[in-house]
Antibody, heavy 120, light 106 residues
Framework: EVQLVESGGGLVQPGGSLRLSCAAS????????MHWVRQAPGKGLVWVSR????????HYADSVKGRFTISRDNAKNTLYLRMNSLGAEDTALYYC?????????????WGLGTLVTVSS | SYELTQAPSLSVSPGQTASITCSGN??????VCWYHQKPGQSPVLLIY???KRPSGIPERFSGSNSGNTATLTIRGTQAMDEADYYC?????????FGGGTTLTVL
């Protein structure tokens, strides 16, 4: 059974940093592009970042470029998101999602999310 | 940056057809996916590559994409279809989601 389990969220002060993790199981992690998508409380889905199968190619939304870093450890079947210089606008539930097929952003599995709250 | 526009809300009576639209510049040149999300749950893929259904998604869900508008059609809408619906496209650099449409069945 495919599972994606996010962790690492929590309360952080403005300007602080956090590293999110997404533990993958039930499939060959290294065969898939992986993404982070976030959702502020009561708001819609917003794409954050994507990484290719071996971690050599990354893309970011303009809103996080230069502050967030996506990475992966295929030996540990884990996806990461390092978040720096956090602001209130980064408060959201962060999902990791597996991309499949030829269309970018076709997500067949999502985790349950980990909540990041940026507040003093 | 590329934008996808959805109406914030749509109401439909049970058994009727719901059409949820998503607009973007030359959207027909892109593959569109549709997701729905029920309260407290993660999103679920409904339609990919404009009009294909993943296994397990009922046939009453269908999609189309022409010109600047993609449409998700739900035939015989049921109470269980109440959810937020999001379209998604790739603009060559970033994944873009529409703002979402809340479907109410009443």
């Amino acid at each position: 059974e495919v599972q994606l389990v996010e962790s690492g969220g929590g309360l952080v002060q403005p300007g602080g940093s956090l590293r999110l993790s997404c533990a993958a199981s039930g499939f060959t992690f290294s065969n898939y592009w992986m993404h982070w998508v976030r959702q502020a409380p009561g708001k819609g889905l917003v794409w954050v970042s994507r990484v290719n199968r071996d971690g050599s190619i990354t893309h970011y939304a303009d809103s996080v470029k230069g502050r967030f870093t996506i990475s992966r450890d295929n030996a540990k079947n884990t996806l990461y998101l390092r978040m720096n210089s956090l602001g209130a606008e980064d408060t959201a539930l962060y999902y990791c999602a597996r991309e499949t097929g030829i269309a970018v952003g076709k997500y067949d599995y999502w985790g349950l999310g980990t909540l990041v709250t940026v507040s003093s | 940056s590329y934008e996808l526009t959805q109406a914030p809300s749509l109401s439909v009576s049970p058994g009727q057809t719901a059409s949820i639209t998503c607009s973007g510049n030359k959207l027909e040149d892109k593959y569109v996916c549709w997701y729905h999300q029920k309260p407290g749950q993660s999103p679920v893929l409904l339609i990919y590559e404009n009009n294909k259904r993943p296994s397990g998604i009922p046939e009453r869900f269908s999609g189309s994409n022409s010109g600047n508008t993609a449409t998700l059609t739900i035939r015989g809408t049921q109470a269980m279809d109440e959810a937020d619906y999001y379209c998604k496209a790739w603009d060559g650099n970033t994944v873009v989601f529409g703002g979402g449409t809340t479907l109410t069945v009443l």
